[in-house]
Nanobody, 119 residues
Framework: QAQLVESGGGLVQAGGSLRLSCTASGSIDSLRTMGWYRQAPGKQRELVATIHDGGSRDYANSVKGRVTISRDNAKNTVNLQLNSLKSEDTAVYYC?????????????WGQGTQVTVSS
């Protein structure tokens, strides 16, 4: 089992920035993909950004150009830099990890951190 703990959420004015961090512990070998999803009230959870162990990144169209995902394998962390925040970015942000160990694959989620953007 892997455990993911997020930090860095909070209240920010529109146009501002936040940096979210997620630290993985436990069975963290072979975390092929790490990333961030978000869920706004009354909406489904959606992808924000992912980063793969080879370094490639994927971003949701809604955040491209405003968000940067980075990963520090030595510290077992994945970070999300949010810039030019909009009210529609308000959501609970969840850290995500996908682990592949031989024939076994597992998905892990953090407990979530609230991001609120005031207009």
């Amino acid at each position: 089992q892997a455990q993911l703990v997020e930090s860095g959420g909070g209240l920010v004015q529109a146009g501002g920035s936040l940096r979210l961090s997620c630290t993985a512990s436990g069975s963290i070998d072979s975390l092929r993909t790490m990333g961030w999803y978000r869920q706004a009230p009354g909406k489904q959870r959606e992808l924000v950004a992912t980063i793969h162990d080879g370094g490639s990144r994927d971003y949701a169209n809604s955040v491209k150009g405003r968000v940067t995902i980075s990963r520090d394998n030595a510290k077992n962390t994945v970070n999300l830099q949010l810039n030019s925040l909009k009210s529609e970015d308000t959501a609970v942000y969840y850290c995500y990890a996908h682990r592949v160990a031989g024939p076994y694959q597992s998905d892990y989620w953090g407990q979530g951190t609230q991001v609120t953007v005031s207009s």
